[in-house]
């Protein structure tokens, strides 16, 4: 029997997937990052994006069409796990986005997404912190083509995008069709982080890989279909992936005898 369509669609963003396995590997991502030759996008896949890799032809189009994608969270190290394979460091994009943005001191920036105040706080963060020029900020309620825009009129060298899945990578796919050279990156929840709307969990719960659930506790209603509806979901598709796939991909380990 063929394969769901939805299991094509993980193998495909699973083969997008760089695995950044040392922090010197991580730290030369960030180097190529700073100086991209043309539109470039980076994106972060978690749990929630492979339950909308699932369900979203359309969100995975725009996913897999990313430049560089990365592994985000313990979900996906799962998963990996699961299927044999090694899943390198947490690129999580509340830790790697801030990295950089203070890669890009003294460089135009454009901030677009969550809204006021966490959005003007996020600005203010962001001139303090990082030291970078905005040139650009807006909320992330508008049509795409608005946004394509404000690209074309301010020509940013960084774009953050914080407007959650699926929106923003469709705007990001979109971006690269137009813009020129700059690196656009697909930021979920982290204008709201950096503008002080969402607390970060404490070290020692991210070490256990249980900020999802210190936010749940914070955001119970926001993130209920996310986390207490999409974690069980996505466990359960890891399994009947892994089974009706391992035998097809290289360097998995099958369970059975």
Same mark, same amino acid.
């Given at each position: ?28 991502? /960030? ?7 043309? +539109? ?6 978690? +749990?929630? %994006? ?11 189009? %725009?996913?897999? %069409? ?16 699961? /299927? ?8 999580? @994009? ?5 990295? /950089?943005? %203070? ?23 962001? $001139?303090?912190?990082?030291? &970078? ?18 690209? +074309?009129?301010?020509?940013? $060298?960084?774009?953050?995008? @914080? ?19 700059? /690196?656009? !990156? ?8 950096? @503008?002080?709307? &969402? ?5 020692? &719960? ?11 506790? =914070? ?24 089974? =009706? ?5 290289? @360097?998995? !380990?099958?369970? $059975?005898?």
């Amino acid at each position: 029997m063929d394969d769901h369509p939805w299991q094509r669609r993980w193998t495909a963003v699973i083969d997008r997937l760089q695995v950044i396995e040392q922090p010197t590997q991580e730290q030369a991502l /960030l180097e190529a990052l700073t100086t991209p030759r043309q +539109a470039t996008v980076l994106a972060f896949v978690n +749990a929630h %994006a492979m339950n909308l890799v699932a369900a979203n032809d359309g969100f995975h189009k %725009a996913l897999v %069409a990313a430049d560089v994608v990365l592994r985000d969270g313990s979900g996906m190290a799962i998963l990996f796990r699961r /299927l044999g394979l090694e899943p390198g460091l947490n690129m999580n @994009g509340t830790d790697f986005i801030p990295r /950089l943005l %203070a890669a890009y001191a003294g460089r135009r920036v454009a901030l677009w997404g969550t809204r006021d105040p966490a959005l003007a706080q996020a600005a203010q963060h962001c $001139e303090r912190r990082f030291g &970078v020029r905005l040139v650009s900020l807006h909320d992330g309620f508008a049509e795409l083509d608005h946004y394509l825009a404000l690209a +074309a009129e301010y020509q940013p $060298e960084l774009i953050v995008l @914080g407007m959650g899945m699926p929106k923003q990578e469709a705007l990001a796919a979109r971006l690269a069709d137009v813009a020129g050279p700059c /690196l656009i !990156v697909c930021g979920g929840a982290i204008l709201d982080f950096l @503008g002080g709307r &969402v607390a970060r969990a404490p070290q020692w &719960v991210r070490r256990l890989g249980a900020e999802w659930l210190f936010r749940l506790i =914070k955001e119970p209603r926001r993130l209920f279909v996310r986390y207490v509806l999409g974690n069980p979901s996505f466990l359960l598709r890891t399994l009947m992936y892994r089974k =009706k796939t391992a035998a097809a991909r290289p @360097g998995m !380990v099958d369970d $059975e005898p």
